[in-house]
């Protein structure tokens, strides 16, 4: 997969598009980007990304073709700003599912809830999102 030959390629890969996602939102909410990147190791060697920005967030029923479809376009959003039309965010979640079988999880919210989190597999055969919780 482009980007993500190697795990070095893959960590960049992951945070910018996280973050170009993030300036995307604040940008949308016309605020100040306010964004924060962890990233963790574990004693496996397994990375875990971690991006929270004070953006719009992502609409709670587009979370699960946003993060799980492959070419999915945001049509809840103006424009594309930034990014690859649909292929960033779900590289980095279909590279994650690939190197450590484990579904990816997201938690966004808006300014009148508390959120939604979800546990989200790409099912690469019918480019189809599986919501696990």
């Known amino acids: 997969m482009a980007g993500f030959g190697n795990s070095t390629q ?3 890969s992951t945070v910018r598009e996280l973050v170009e996602n993030s300036l995307d ?11 924060r990147v ?5 004693i496996s060697d397994t990375l875990t990304v971690t ?3 004070n953006g719009t967030g992502v609409p709670h029923n587009q979370v699960p073709e946003a993060f799980g479809r492959v070419l ?14 649909g292929l960033g965010v779900t590289m980095a979640v279909l590279h994650g599912q690939i190197t450590t079988d484990s579904p990816v999880l997201v938690h966004t919210r808006d300014d009148k809830s508390s959120g939604m989190a979800y546990k989200i597999l790409v099912d690469i055969e019918q480019n189809v999102p599986i919501v696990e919780e």
């Open 10 to 12: 893959a960590v960049y």
């Open 51 to 53: 991006v929270a920005d």
């Open 38 to 42: 962890d990233i963790e190791s574990s």
């Open 72 to 85: 999915y376009g945001s049509k809840y959003d103006r424009r594309q700003k930034r990014g690859t039309f």
């Open 25 to 35: 939102a604040c940008e949308d909410a016309q605020r100040l980007p306010r964004i």
